[in-house]
């Protein structure tokens, strides 16, 4: 059974992708989940996938505030909304006030619906210039970034953090109250320290704390890569969402899921090969689009190594694809790859 063709043409159709019985049964589904903003792989396309496999919005990638780079052909792809569901949600970076109201008005310009602030990046290039999560050591800054922001802003602010700077100095409370005042309308918080980076558990101690302390809706992240535990999360909080990262890269459909356990205390059934493979191609050929099909087949290789890796002969396949150029060539490829999973499992 062929379960892929090749496609690649502008503009792209992709109906039959939206009506895929597993896409079309959540699709309409709203309940607080979000996608994370995550530098490489939230671009219009991989949102545009978690919208339609449940998730309530999804946050963009950041974008700079420096206004020297706003006409970069980097800023310019992450400017890029057309076709999006709303509410459109674009996260910016940067240390100076002024510089990020500017950024947050350029955004609002260019169809951004709620502009997020990145006060959570534990990346060493972006500490290493004082922004990101090294904002968190400077609350008297954060109070000037965020209330500059505000006033300049005419649709809701929200702001993305960490518990703290180190196990020593949480102050994600404190930061919270900042926000509030500030006029922040809503308050993400990732689960670890700068210093923790992504390596051991995430904890919710800090965040449950926070929401007992602020009235702003607080939304929790870090480490939600079930259905279960989201719900633990949620229970154990009170948060009023969750957001997910990492774990939406390796299984998009995962929204999907816990929309449905939120709702019914089961699961769905783990998409078929033949699923994922309309999901793996449909997502392809977006990149492709999006990109032009020199870049996208770029930036499509770490989307299939999340996909395929843990299927059976994924990791050689992927060592093989991974050499591929032509467009054409990948989407064949995991085409063929998909074809013969499905006929090993008949």
């Not at 993305?160 to 919270?176: C, E, V, Y």
């Not at 994924?314 to 991974?322: D, P, R, Y």
């Amino acid at each position: 059974m062929n379960i892929g063709s090749w496609k690649f043409q502008a503009p792209c159709s992709t109906q039959n992708f939206t009506q895929h019985a597993f896409v079309k049964e959540f699709s309409s589904i709203s309940v607080p989940l979000f996608l994370a903003p995550m530098a490489g792989i939230t671009d219009r396309p991989f949102r545009q996938l978690c919208r339609k496999l449940g998730a309530a919005m999804s946050f963009s990638e950041m974008v700079t505030s420096k206004p020297e780079l706003f006409n970069s052909q980097k800023t310019q792809s992450r400017l890029n909304h057309e076709g999006e569901n709303k509410p459109i949600a674009v996260q910016i970076l940067g240390t100076q006030a002024d510089q990020m109201a500017q950024a947050a008005q350029y955004n609002i310009r260019h169809g951004a619906d709620i502009i997020d602030i990145n006060m959570g990046c534990p990346a060493k290039k972006v500490c290493n210039v004082l922004a990101g999560s090294a904002l968190l050591k400077d609350e008297l800054l954060v109070s000037k970034i965020l209330s500059t922001v505000v006033q300049a802003s005419s649709v809701p602010v929200t702001l993305k953090i960490r518990t703290g700077w180190d196990k020593s100095n949480k102050n994600a409370p404190k930061i919270a109250q900042i926000a509030q005042e500030c006029g922040v309308q809503a308050l993400t918080i990732h689960g670890r320290t700068r210093a923790c980076g992504y390596q051991g558990d995430a904890e919710y101690e800090t965040i449950r704390r926070v929401k007992e302390q602020v009235d702003i809706p607080i939304i929790a992240n870090g480490d939600i890569n079930s259905a279960e535990k989201a719900l633990q999360v949620i229970q154990y909080t009170g948060v009023d969402a969750i957001m997910i990262g990492r774990s939406a890269l390796k299984s998009p459909w995962i929204f999907a899921d816990i929309n449905h356990f939120l709702m019914t205390g089961e699961h769905l059934a783990e998409p078929s090969i033949e699923e994922k493979c309309v999901i793996m191609l449909g997502l392809l050929n977006e990149l492709y689009i999006f990109y032009g099909a020199a870049h996208g087949v770029r930036i499509a290789r770490k989307h299939i190594a999340s996909i395929v890796k843990p299927l059976s002969n994924g990791t050689a396949f992927w060592q093989q694809i991974n050499q591929v150029k032509s467009a054409r060539q990948q989407y064949t490829l995991v085409s063929d790859f998909f074809n013969k999973q499905l006929q090993s499992c008949q």
